[in-house]
């Protein structure tokens, strides 16, 4: 019964997540999310390599404030430049990465605040605001990628073969609403079938009046969800395939079967590498056709319901 409950389930990433050409840019927290967890570093010291509020250089300023608004991005600034879609000076917008020549090609990221503001991990300031337009940073600017979009009512639509669009448009499913991680909470518990009576939180952003409590208070308590370095849920931010690879094989204590399938984009030092071979191993995903499984898209929650309702 797991297994016929969690094929279909995982079966809307294969949808979202498109076949062939294109590329999915996502909807993660509102802008006032994304600027107070940049914010809360300002004055931490930078370190070289530092990825930890105990200091932390530029990379790793972007790549922890991303992490917990629940988007994956690589560690060196030149490598999250390869990320997301190009975007013009001009069409900045709050949480759009910006990045700078400072030692010889792609060197230095900030995130944009709007404007001509962005806040980055400064090699003499820490972590502080900055102008574009400054005489230093103007003149050393290179460009900008946009890897998440930010705001309540923004719906951003992902790429899909024909065939999946069709079985979107039957399904009478709104195609660009992206699962939050208090979304997928709920759908879960609701799918196992847990208690969720119990609404005193673990999670320090989780009252108990929020309709995520019971929920996340259940898959807490079985190991499925934990909390960010804060102890928060983040309900209101996204979750990627290879966040949800790992949810799945907890939540329905997966094993291996067979190890015969390997995706290009999941090394053997990938985070989520056992996760995801684990549901390839059981014919739970094949990936997106181009020998990817996509390890930073990001779950579609009617997807999600969908598939779960036919079940029921």
Request: hydrophobic share 35%.
């Amino acid at each position: 019964m797991k297994k016929k409950i969690l094929l279909p389930i995982f079966a809307t990433f294969m949808i979202f997540s498109g076949v062939g050409t294109g590329s999915n840019t996502v909807q993660a927290s509102s802008v006032s999310e994304l600027t107070a967890t940049a914010s809360k570093y300002i004055g931490v010291p930078y370190v070289y390599g530092g990825t930890t509020a105990s200091g932390l250089d530029c990379s790793g300023f972007t790549k922890l404030v991303f992490s917990q608004l629940g988007h994956d991005l690589s560690r060196t600034a030149a490598a999250q430049y390869k990320q997301g879609k190009a975007i013009s000076k001009s069409d900045l917008q709050p949480g759009d990465l910006v990045f700078f020549n400072t030692s010889g090609g792609v060197s230095h990221v900030g995130i944009s605040l709007g404007g001509n503001k962005f806040i980055h991990a400064g090699t003499s300031t820490g972590v502080t605001e900055s102008s574009l337009t400054s005489s230093y940073w103007g003149k050393r600017y290179v460009g900008a990628k946009r890897v998440a979009s930010f705001g309540e009512s923004e719906k951003v639509v992902a790429a899909a073969s024909s065939i999946e669009k069709e079985e979107v448009k039957n399904s009478a499913i709104d195609f660009t609403v992206y699962a939050s991680r208090g979304e997928v909470a709920i759908q879960l518990a609701e799918t196992l079938g847990l208690d969720t009576s119990d609404t005193n939180s673990s999670f320090t952003d989780i009252k108990s009046s929020s309709k995520y409590a019971g929920a996340t208070t259940a898959l807490y308590k079985l190991g499925i969800f934990t909390g960010d370095e804060n102890g928060k849920f983040n309900a209101g931010s996204p979750l990627t395939r290879a966040q949800m690879a790992k949810v799945l094989v907890k939540a329905f204590d997966l094993t291996m079967s067979t190890d015969n399938l390997k995706f290009t984009d999941v090394p053997a030092s990938h985070w989520a590498h056992d996760d995801i071979s684990i549901l390839a191993s059981n014919g739970i995903t094949v990936g997106k056709g181009d020998g990817t499984f996509g390890t930073n898209d990001n779950v579609m929650l009617k997807h999600l319901t969908a598939f779960i309702n036919r079940l029921q």
